[in-house]
């Protein structure tokens, strides 16, 4: 079992920037891989970002250049630096673990989520 708790939502004006945070228990950090996915009002959850159990980033077209997703394995966090946020950006963000090499292939843990709200 893995546990994970977001952190560092908030209010910011657009052009602002934010730090999300996933802090995970239980299993060793390395065993999966990790994701950010978010879901606004109205739509379907999608993924934001995620990276590999070897590491690898891979980002959404909508947030390239602007998201960064990493992760520290010591403190068992993944994270997800914001930048040039946009009010497209508005969403409960929630962080996702898998077993498989990829959240691609299925999520099989969710964090609660953490509401990110960008005002124009």
């Known amino acids: 079992q893995v546990q994970l708790v977001e952190s560092g939502g908030g209010l910011v004006q657009a052009g602002g920037s934010l730090r999300l945070s996933c802090a995970a228990s239980?299993?060793?950090?390395?065993?999966?891989?990790m994701g950010w996915y978010r879901q606004a009002p109205g739509t379907q959850r999608e993924l934001v970002a995620h990276?590999?159990?070897?590491?690898?980033?891979n980002y959404a077209d909508s947030v390239k250049g602007r998201f960064a997703i990493s992760s520290d394995i010591v403190k068992n966090t993944v994270y997800l630096q914001m930048a040039s946020l946009k009010p497209e950006d508005t969403a409960v963000y929630y962080c996702?673990?898998?077993?498989?090499?990829?959240?691609?292939?299925?999520?099989?843990?969710w964090g609660q989520g953490t509401q990110v709200t960008v005002s124009s």
């Open positions: 996702a673990a898998s077993r498989q090499p990829l959240v691609t292939l299925g999520v099989d843990f």
């Open positions: 239980g299993r060793t950090f390395s065993s999966y891989a």
């Open positions: 990276i590999s159990r070897t590491g690898t980033p």
